[in-house]
Structure formats: C-alpha cells, structure tokens
C-alpha cells in the first residue's frame, strides 16, 4: 500500500466456549500508531462469530519506512483472559520520494565569487543520494557544490555549500547581475525519480551580482585629478619657471655695495687726516682737540668707574651630580672672580629616568623645580641673559626617590642628572 492512502484488512472472532463473551481487539506492533480496529470490542454467543475490520492508514512521513511492516492484532477475551490470542502478518508499504531544498541567500554581492547554502531535507520513506544541477542562460558562471551527492536517510538533513565563481571581473561601470538556478534530484536513480510525480519540483533561483572592482566615483575623481594635472603643467609651472628665473636674473645682476668705514678703523686716523706734520687737526666731534684732557661733559670714563676688559666669549659648564636612592645632593659651578657670566642657556638631563625632585638656583635666586619623572631631556632659553657675578654660584640640588633603568636595561644603583649652562663670561676691571 502507498503512504497516505487507506487499506483495510479483516479479522473473524468466533467463541467456542459455552458462555456469552465478550472480547477486545488491539493492533499491536509498528502498524500500531497508524491501524484501528473497527469494532475494537465485540460481545459473541457460544457458537457464534463476528468479522472486524482492521484499517491501515499508514501517513506519508519518512517515519514509515518502505518494505515489509509486521502487523498484530490481539484478540483478548474478558471472561478468560488466558485465552488471549495475537494474529500476525505483514504489510507492504510502498516507497515515496520527496525532496525539500533551500538555497539561502537569494542574492549575493562580490567582485568574482559568491557562497550560497543549500539545506536539502529527504522527506521520503527510502534513502537517497542527493545530486545537484545549476542552470544558467548563459557560460558565465561556474558552480561548485560540497558536498557534491550527498546521501540522506529518511528524516535526515544536510547542508551544502554552493561557490558560484565569474570568470573575468568587471573594472568599471554598473554591477551585472547573473541570474541562475539550482535542481535537486536524486543522483542513484534519476528516471525513478522523474516518473514519480512527488519528485517534480520547481528548480530553485537566486542572483549572483558581480560589482565592479573600482566604484563610479573613483572616475570622477580621476578625471578631476587628470585635469588638475593638465592644468598645472599647461598653466602654472611656466608661470612659477618665469618667476624662478626673473629673480636669478635679478640676482645674479645686483651690485655689491661697500661696507662703509668707521672712524677710527684705518690705524686709528679718522678719514681726510694725514700722519704728518701738516697743518690740521685730528678733532673729534664737537669740534674737542684730540689732544685736550677730557674734562666735565666729555667723552671718558668718569673717575673711579669701572670698564668692560672685553666684549666677552662663549662659555659654558657641566654639572654631573650622582645621588644615592633616598638622599639629596647638591653640585655646584662657581662664576671665577672679576667675571660676569651672562646665562642664556640651559640643558638637563635625566638619561636614567630616575624620579625624585631636581631645583636649579643661581646665586639665591631659585629658576626652577622639576619632578625627575616627568622628562628625560629638558632645556630653558632666555634671550635676555640672566647675570651672575662674580664668586656667585649655580646649584643643582637633587632628592632621589627611586633611580632609573638606563639603556643597559639594568636598574641603576643610584641618580645621576648633568646640568649643562651655557652663555657669555665676561671680564671685569674696577
């Protein structure tokens, strides 16, 4: 019998015994859930039978295998239960064929290849081994399926996977869209499959869209670059060339003018004097003989003033102080007597990166305090030098909280900073 249709098969109770019984009918085995017995409970008189109808209705699920199904009926009587009999013998169930396929995402998006699942269901009574066909308009895609015939029990499911793969990309432009579709039939036996009427089944269809491989705008922005290109060597490089060259011409023909000489540079002698005997004197301005003492209102020094020995040099002077964790040490740099040192400049450094705290005075004046943590190489400038006389001092004084790591990669013992100041010494006399 096929599943999903009605069968009937009969049953002939007869009581043999000298009393009226009564007895119940019951299918027993794999045709249980799906067989009645009609009536299932018959009341007979001695010598008298009764036939009951059994009906199969086995449903068309692949829980109901196809093949030879043993088929029960139990015949219990009420009064003598001991007497209880099973009559036994087989159904033919037939075989069905039902496919359920699914192919997720309708559509994909991608420059050459696209991945799809196919989730495939056997919903018929038998095994099968599953086969795919894709179908397409044209020979622009290729198709790869994996598995490729895979073998499904009654119930069961699988999962396959479709790579659809262009053979060229597309640069510019639209995307192509590429529509196909995919056929699922039974690999083992496709003729089988084909006279079955339940195997017919509308190929599934999905879209592969192939997007090209550098977007519309990007034209249009080459297109303006292209242009911006032309523009500046069409217009703007002779024009910037031009300009170059005038002013290396320009340049080139500038004529060098003469330093202009001050009194007193050639030997001492102010311009239009001789170094002879002749008549003439060597006056300075405000018509004051060279030879007059300078009195009230002239041009020296006043008594007792003091006069610069020199216009003074570059100088500078380094402090390395080394502190042990936990103690505060100065360094110092005294300025030498009759000098001034003008300070323009000075650099710190903290190579370990050690903490603590680090204070830098100039005589009793205090300029800075810097947390040793917070750098590793710190300068100040000052375009007005700071003065520092004579015998006066720069200190550094430094508290060390925890010593650094130096480039070694070992931990120091202890802090070591350098001080470096740099500016003018200039000499003194009273």
Request: hydrophobic letters at 35%; proline letters at 9%; one cysteine or more.
């Amino acid at each position: 019998m096929a599943p999903g249709d009605t069968a009937t098969t009969s049953v002939t109770v007869r009581n043999d015994s000298d009393i009226v019984e009564a007895y119940s009918l019951e299918v027993v085995g794999d045709c249980a859930s799906w067989s009645t017995a009609d009536p299932p409970r018959v009341s007979l008189y001695p010598g008298t039978s009764q036939t009951v109808t059994i009906r199969l209705e086995p449903p068309r699920s692949p829980d109901v295998r196809a093949g030879e199904t043993p088929l029960g009926v139990r015949v219990l009587p009420a009064e003598h239960p001991e007497a209880v009999r099973v009559l036994e013998t087989t159904v033919h169930v037939e075989e069905f064929r039902e496919l359920h396929t699914e192919l997720a995402p309708s559509r994909r998006r991608g420059w050459l290849r696209g991945r799809y699942r196919l989730a495939v269901r056997n919903r018929g009574n038998t095994p099968v081994r599953v086969g795919f066909t894709p179908g397409q308009p044209g020979e622009e895609l290729g198709f790869a399926f994996s598995p490729a015939e895979p073998e499904l029990q009654p119930g069961e499911s699988v999962e396959a996977g479709l790579r659809v793969r262009t053979g060229k990309p597309v640069w510019f432009g639209a995307p192509v869209v590429w529509p196909f579709t995919v056929d699922t039939a039974e690999a083992g036996d496709r003729e089988t499959a084909r006279e079955d009427a339940t195997a017919v089944r509308t190929p599934l269809e999905a879209e592969f869209v192939q997007i090209p491989v550098f977007p519309r705008w990007l034209l249009v922005v080459l297109a303006a670059l292209l242009a911006l290109l032309l523009a500046w060597f069409a217009l703007v490089r002779p024009v910037v060339r031009s300009a170059a060259q005038e002013a290396a011409e320009e340049a080139a023909g500038e004529v060098v003018q003469p330093r202009p000489t001050h009194v007193g540079e050639q030997g001492g002698q102010a311009p239009g004097t001789g170094g002879g005997t002749g008549g003439g004197s060597d006056a300075r301005p405000g018509g004051r003989d060279a030879q007059a003492p300078p009195g009230p209102g002239g041009d020296g020094p006043a008594a007792g003033e003091g006069t610069s020995g020199g216009a003074g040099r570059q100088s500078s002077a380094t402090i390395d102080l080394q502190t042990s964790a936990g103690e505060t040490r100065t360094g110092t740099y005294r300025v030498p007597a009759n000098s001034v040192f003008g300070v323009t400049d000075i650099v710190v450094a903290n190579f370990q990166g050690d903490e603590g705290v680090l204070t830098i005075m100039f005589g009793d004046r205090k300029i800075t305090t810097i947390a040793l943590e917070t750098f590793r190489n710190q300068d100040y400038h000052w375009v007005t030098p700071i003065e520092i006389p004579e015998n006066e001092t720069v200190t550094v004084e430094v508290t060390c909280e925890k010593p650094g790591t130096p480039a070694t990669g070992r931990r120091a013992r202890g802090c070591h900073e350098v001080l470096n100041v740099s500016g003018v010494l200039s000499r003194t006399t009273r």
